[in-house]
């Protein structure tokens, strides 16, 4: 079975209709503030309606208290909430109670026993994202989107044992690689596909979704 794709980082009309035009399953909406791809929530209802039944929208959130979780649910009606803080699993159990929604996690990777906490949320979660954590001497680190790639290896004791999401340091030129080494389910890619940070370009997308679309999960 080939991977599905998601892009992250969805802003505008235009880079949601490349991104759809393209063949993306997801485009991820961020609410962060400190990120250049932050979205404003009336912004993120209009994208959402136009994605949907086309692709499935997923709302980032980070460390969300539950008026944000509300707020999000209320005025965008995402169809996936992605937490992507320090969210315990508890947290994550009432969030997806309290939202009525499926509920992906981010889990940070810089090596086996980082991957290895994913295990802590499999009964809380419906899926896990595996992205890369941010090395501590990189400047203005976000919870993701930082372009940082992680060793795939660090996959190995949890390949073939769960459906995942990957994220990290992906691009049109190794996601292919990316998809073989670790057997991702979906690949996630927000400034791999970008001229600029928060700035989507249409040729990366399309080179991006073409690449991974045919690449083989060993």
């Known amino acids: 079975m080939n991977a599905k794709v998601k892009i992250c980082g969805i802003r505008t009309p235009e880079a ?16 962060y503030g400190p990120s250049p791809r932050n979205v ?8 959402a309606e136009a994605g949907r039944g086309r692709a499935r929208s997923v709302a980032l959130l980070v460390n969300p208290d539950d008026d944000a979780v509300r707020r999000v649910v209320d005025e965008v009606d995402p169809d996936i909430l992605q937490l992507h803080g320090k969210e315990s699993p508890e947290r994550v159990a009432h969030i997806k109670l309290l939202s009525q929604k499926p509920v ?30 941010a090395p501590d001497d990189l400047a203005d680190t976000l919870p993701g989107g930082n372009g940082v790639a992680f060793n795939w290896q660090a996959l190995s ?7 995942f999401m990957l994220s990290g340091g992906l691009n049109p030129g190794n ?11 979906i690949v996630d890619v927000s400034s791999g596909v970008e001229s600029a940070p928060g700035e989507k370009d249409p ?7 073409a690449a ?3 690449a083989s999960r060993n």
Do not use: C, N, W
């Not at 949601?16 to 609410?31: P, S």
């Not at 004791?157 to 459906?163: E, T």
């Not at 990316?178 to 389910?185: K, L, P, Q, R, V």
């Open 212 to 214: 991974a679309k045919p």
């Open 203 to 209: 040729v990366l997308i399309r080179q991006f979704i």
């Open 16 to 31: 949601l209709e490349a991104a759809l035009d393209a063949g993306a399953d997801y485009f991820g909406l961020v609410f």
């Open 104 to 133: 992906m996690k981010a889990i940070p990777v810089a090596s086996a026993d980082d991957a290895a906490q994913a295990g802590a949320y499999e009964d809380a979660a419906d899926m896990i994202l595996f992205d890369a954590k």
């Open 157 to 163: 004791g949890v390949k073939g044992g769960m459906s």
């Open 175 to 185: 996601v292919a690689s990316a998809i073989s080494e670790t057997g991702a389910a």
């Open 40 to 47: 404003d929530h009336g912004m993120a209802h209009k994208l």
